[in-house]
């Protein structure tokens, strides 16, 4: 179906040069079989999303950069094509479903691909059909996409991609912005096309673990311009973007490597390897007292009357799914969101009636986006603007973000820096103002598991100052790693306050993937098990 | 070719477009039927030449990254307009327009200046016999400044741009004056246009319903917001704007 | 009422052509800038109104009606106290108000006189004129009430087709920027506040990055749909389009001069305009015809749809044939 022959692709420089000397795909070969399901993965910034756009002509077309070789779709070189040349046979699905839509219904969003194609109405007709009745949206063709769920939009969205007859379809991280209920909805549609409709699935995740068991091969980018392609076991020799499961199986050296839960469950029980119990940091003093907080927006309850304190030396994990009142309790804390009832009592008194500047001397928050803090051209301004503000040394903040991401060019332009390296940029902006607390707002949202497991250093070091942080989030696998404590929220209630263990343990609504493994009470994060 | 048929059909409509703004100045003496009839026509024909200019722009080919961001462009300053709209003299959506156009070109500066005030309109209710005239005029100054010479320095650019700033919150101020004066004043008090007088004493007594009417004031306060924004975002924006050009692989094209 | 219910049902705006209601309204306007009798100006503001009231649905574009009828007292009263202050030269003799006057000299033109004596003639003219634009103000604003914009971009010509898709992106992102206004607004406070140039820019720079890199995807997603197909128009279809449109605009701006410089010969002059709008829709007929997109859904024409149109143009007819025009 897809053939690929020396395909090359690289990054141009403004000047025209090429911006490596490696290019980001090199050499290319490989062939991907008709209705064959292949998960694409690779480190952050490795290029998985360049390689798929590279099969319909998005790269260079969106992104800059030549392109050389062979690309034979259904036996036709498309080389250096434009994206619309590849429209009838190539379907493509990206991150945000909401963001590519260019219809107000479904039926417009739907049909807008055959209506560019030129296709009959009769044949368009018939095709939107048969596309809805098998992504199960024929009762929603009428209703406005912003009405629709993020499952719903997402399947609206490969029913889109593949509403003129397309037998390819490239899907570049449609799971990421869903919860565990859209995604797994998305997850089935895409099974059942590789396998009935013999429609070709290249999909590209990073939440690698739920999808791993359903594939039929894995292709890999590895970032230095070759890509490899094999049956899943034989794939995963790099643990940088190794989801647990997989990430487990290297440690303890098994083979061949476990892939589904079931599988790496017979093999715990039959070597029943060693590991050590979680010891949590020891708590300091109160920094920070929630009491009876409520936020009622109208007439619906978005916080329930809330108490508890934060002490110092000790990160505090709050759990929810999306629309539990995560983000609501955190602004509210923060002071400058709204409040209903209660108070919440600092160092320097209650954080409401602190003016925005003071705040920042006890509290500071990184927002579910952190980009939208940053608002200068380069990284250098943005640094040096930090140390302005914060009035410390020049280079304060320079060398705080450096430690968290590494060496970095500073002529850079903080848009073009990845997710990982955005967030330690405002980590470090936030950081560098010395308050006792800092909160995150869904700070692995966009991270693969290599930049998360940096996140869980740069926060241990945090810690380590004496600091506390509460970090909001819906990560489960993030939460076992670096935890002290656990809050979680169910529908604008605080249910339970409690250690990880107990919350993210076997047998929990939150238990851990290693927790669901290894069924063991005490044991929930990979830095447990020993060899 | 077909390019020289296109600019030389753009800039005669330019021209026609402000015979239709400027009719009261030059009309030849005629009875009221006779002018009755010229200024309906106009309100006709102005919505038609707009349409005929922006096809011109159009067939040259717009790729799906240039709408895209023509389509940010024109809702974030309908979004601003929406904001500072109410306020007297307050204009917050020339900078924006003169911005975009000065970094993508004439052609972008064009559909973007009556881009905006269509959207805009269409938001807050205000489509009218007036909508082609606002649209002709914010499109006018936005095909101007696609026309500044683009330079290095950043001072010069800045320079540059305030003096365009002022020039067009004039001009345009101007041009929605004429157009409103025969229906506000009316034919027959001392302040309207009398067809057949000299350009001179036509132009005298436009000025003085300009002054009456405060529409210099307006005038002044546009030129001056419009400047203070571009003075306060002009460097950020423009390089911000710049980098979407050289991502989207799309240049200044006039 | 049922009879009305039901007949504004069929009317409403959900179940009409958007074209619909845009030629209905502009039929009124017709008719009230051919009308000079006060009762009609009136009835057809009243009828504007309640069309308004009676079809509109919850969309924001129907929520405008009071911005049109202040709009039109606007221009009524505009058009009163302009008479009144500029007025000139009416004798005391058949003065039906009577102002002491004041003179008022710029420094340059004539002096001017305000107020003084007002004629009843005068009074009631400017009166009328005031209600013929607040007339015509009122059916525009009744079409576009009525009539979705969203709908109507669908029906563009071809031609037109890019600039339409421009704006439909834009009406789609505009809700969304004012939502991310409102979020980095509040996530700024977060960096704390900075003074001057920076609290502008901290907050549109972040929001138009933002809303470019969403645009961008959009993009993407439309070109990897097939937006961007060219047809497979010859050179010379290309050229006599872009021919037939400058000859257009040649007509347009001559017969546009000429109707200024010359006014008496209004026939040569229309004649000419006319030519040069037909060739003007030829050649955006000839422009429209490259890629071929299907029309999956065209807005069909309905039973409601047919009473409008025929009472609108048995209204212009009526108009034209002068039935009122005193």
């Known amino acids: 179906m897809i053939q690929l022959k020396d395909l090359s692709f690289s990054y141009l420089k403004s000047d025209g ?10 050499n290319v070969n490989l062939s991907i079989n008709a209705g064959e399901f292949v998960l694409v993965c690779g480190p952050t910034g490795s290029g998985k999303s360049t390689f798929l756009k590279a099969l319909n002509g998005l790269a260079p077309s969106f992104t800059g950069g030549v392109i050389e070789g062979e690309l034979i779709i259904d036996g036709v070189n498309l080389i250096g094509l434009e994206p619309h040349e590849f429209a009838s046979k190539v379907g493509y699905v990206n991150q945000q479903p909401e963001n590519a839509f260019v219809g107000d219904t479904v039926i417009d969003e739907i049909v807008y691909c055959a209506e560019q194609l030129g296709l009959p109405i009769s044949e368009i007709k018939t095709s939107v059909e048969k596309i809805s009745a098998l992504l199960e949206i024929s009762d929603l ?14 399947r609206v969205a490969i029913a889109s991609a593949l509403v003129a007859g397309q037998k390819i379809l490239l899907l570049d991280e449609p799971t990421s912005a869903l919860d565990l209920e859209g995604a797994s909805e998305v997850l089935r549609v895409l099974q059942r096309l590789s396998s009935e409709e013999g429609v070709t699935v290249l999909l590209a995740e990073h939440r690698i673990s739920r999808v791993i068991a359903a594939v039929d091969s894995v292709l890999v980018v590895h970032g230095d311009g070759s890509v490899t392609k094999g049956p899943t076991e034989t794939q995963f020799n790099d643990s940088r973007f190794a989801p647990p499961i997989i990430e487990l199986g290297l440690k303890l050296g098994w083979k061949p490597l476990p892939v589904s839960t079931s599988s790496a469950n017979k093999k715990w029980t039959e070597t029943k390897p060693k590991y050590i119990a979680k010891t949590p940091f020891a708590p300091t003093e109160d920094v920070l007292r929630v009491q009876n907080l409520e936020v009622n927006f109208g007439s619906v309850e978005a916080l329930q009357s809330t108490s508890f304190t934060l002490q110092g030396n000790q990160i505090t994990a709050l759990m929810g799914e999306n629309g539990s009142g995560k983000t609501t ?17 600092t160092s320097k008194g209650e954080t409401a009636e602190l003016s925005s500047n003071e705040r920042l001397e006890v509290i500071t928050m990184v927002p579910q986006r952190a980009a939208d803090l940053l608002f200068l051209s380069t990284l250098s301004a943005e640094l040096e603007e930090s140390d302005r503000f914060a009035e410390v040394k020049p280079g304060s903040t320079a060398k705080l973000f450096k430690s968290l991401a590494g060496r970095i060019d500073t002529s850079i332009h903080p848009r073009d820096l990845s997710a990982g390296q955005q967030l330690s940029l405002v980590l470090a902006i936030q950081l560098v103002k010395q308050a006792k607390i800092l909160i995150l707002d869904e700070p692995t949202r966009g991270l693969d598991y290599s930049a998360k497991h940096a996140l869980a250093i740069q926060l241990n070091s945090i810690r380590s100052a004496d600091r506390s942080v509460l970090i909001a989030t819906h990560d489960i696998e993030f939460v076992a790693m670096v935890s002290d404590r656990v809050l979680v929220l169910e529908d604008g209630k605080l249910i339970t306050d409690s250690t990880p263990i107990e919350v993210l343990g076997a047998g929990s609504k939150f238990a851990s993937q290693l927790a669901e493994i290894s069924n063991e009470q005490g044991l929930i994060s990979l830095e447990q098990v020993q060899l | 070719m077909k390019f020289i048929i296109s600019r030389l059909s753009i800039t005669l409509a330019g021209f026609g477009s402000l015979l239709m703004f400027a009719w009261p100045l030059l009309i030849a003496q005629s009875t009221t039927s006779e002018t009755q009839l010229a200024q309906s026509v106009f309100i006709v024909l102005m919505p038609l030449i707009l349409l005929l200019i922006l096809v011109e722009f159009a067939t040259g080919d717009i790729s799906s990254k240039q709408l895209a961001l023509l389509g940010v462009l024109v809702a974030l300053n309908a979004v601003i307009r929406l904001l500072g709209a109410g306020t007297a003299g307050i204009e917050t959506s020339f900078f924006l327009i003169i911005l975009g156009a000065y970094v993508f070109g004439s052609g972008f500066g064009f559909i973007l200046g009556s881009g905006s005030i269509f959207v805009s309109a269409l938001l807050t209710g205000g489509v009218g016999p007036w909508l082609p005239f606002q649209m002709m005029g914010a499109a006018l100054v936005g095909l101007g400044a696609g026309l500044i010479p683009q330079v290095s320095r950043a001072w010069l650019t800045k320079i540059y741009l305030v003096l365009y700033a002022v020039i067009a919150s004039f001009a345009y101020g101007a041009l929605m004056t004429l157009w409103n004066w025969p229906y506000l004043a009316g034919t027959g008090t001392q302040i309207s246009y009398v067809a057949g007088d000299p350009l001179l004493s036509n132009l005298t007594r436009f000025l003085q319903y300009e002054i009456v009417t405060g529409g210099l004031l307006w005038d002044t306060g546009r030129a001056i917001t419009t400047s203070l924004l571009i003075l306060l975002t002009g460097t950020a924006l423009i390089a911000t704007l710049k980098r979407a050009a050289t991502r989207a692989g799309v240049g200044r094209n006039t | 009422m049922p009879a009305i ?3 504004a049902h069929l009317l409403s705006a959900n179940k009409t052509n958007p074209l619909t209601w845009w030629l209905a309204g502009l039929s009124l306007a017709v008719m009230a800038s051919l009308s000079s009798n006060v009762f009609v100006l009136i009835g057809i503001c009243v009828a504007s109104l309640v069309t308004i009231k009676l079809c509109r649905d919850d969309s924001p574009w129907a929520q405008s009606i009071s911005f049109y009828i202040k709009l039109a007292a606007i221009v009524i009263a505009l058009r009163v106290i302009f008479r009144i202050i500029f007025n000139l030269g009416s004798s005391t003799k058949d003065a039906f108000l009577l102002l002491p006057s004041i003179d008022i000299d710029f420094g340059f033109g004539n002096a001017l006189k305000l107020f003084g004596p007002i004629s009843q003639e005068a009074f009631t003219l400017a009166l009328l004129d005031g209600f013929r634009l607040a007339a015509i103000i009122l059916a525009v604003g009744m079409a576009n009430s009525l009539a979705n ?23 789609n992102l505009a809700p969304q920027l ?4 409102g979020r980095v607004r509040r996530a700024r406070s977060l960096r704390g506040q900075s003074k001057g140039i920076k609290a502008v820019t901290g907050i549109v720079i972040p929001v138009l990055e933002d809303t470019i890199d969403q645009s961008m995807g959009l993009a993407a997603s439309m070109s990897a749909r097939g937006f961007g197909r060219k047809g497979n ?16 605009i040649c007509l347009i701006v001559t017969g546009s001069a000429l109707l200024l410089f010359s006014p008496e010969q209004q026939t040569l002059e229309l004649v000419i305009l006319f030519v040069g709008l037909v060739a003007a829709g030829f050649s955006v007929k000839l422009s429209s015809a490259r890629a071929t997109i299907t029309r999956y859904r065209k807005e069909p024409w309905r039973l409601g749809d047919v009473i409008i149109l025929a009472s609108s143009l048995a209204l212009v007819v009526l108009a034209f044939g002068g039935v009122f025009a005193k």
Do not use: D, H, M
């Not at chain 1, 063709?141 to 997402?154: D, I, K, W």
């Not at chain 3, 004012?178 to 206004?181: E, G, K, T, Y």
């Not at chain 3, 128009?233 to 257009?248: C, D, E, H, P, Y």
């Open chain 1, 17 to 26: 040069s090429k911006v490596s000397e490696t290019p980001q795909l090199n």
């Open chain 1, 141 to 154: 063709l009428e209703r406005p996409l912003a009405t629709l769920s993020g499952g719903q939009q997402q």
């Open chain 1, 329 to 345: 309790l955190c602004w509210a804390i923060q002071g400058s969101g709204t409040r209903t009832k209660g108070s919440v009592i």
């Open chain 3, 5 to 7: 219910t039901r007949a």
């Open chain 3, 149 to 171: 914009p969203r709908k109507l971009l669908k029906s563009t010509p071809g031609a037109l087709y890019e600039i339409a898709t421009a704006i439909s992106i834009a009406i």
């Open chain 3, 178 to 181: 004012i939502a991310s206004l």
């Open chain 3, 233 to 248: 128009r010859s050179n010379t279809q290309v050229i006599g389009a872009r021919l037939l449109a400058f000859l257009a």
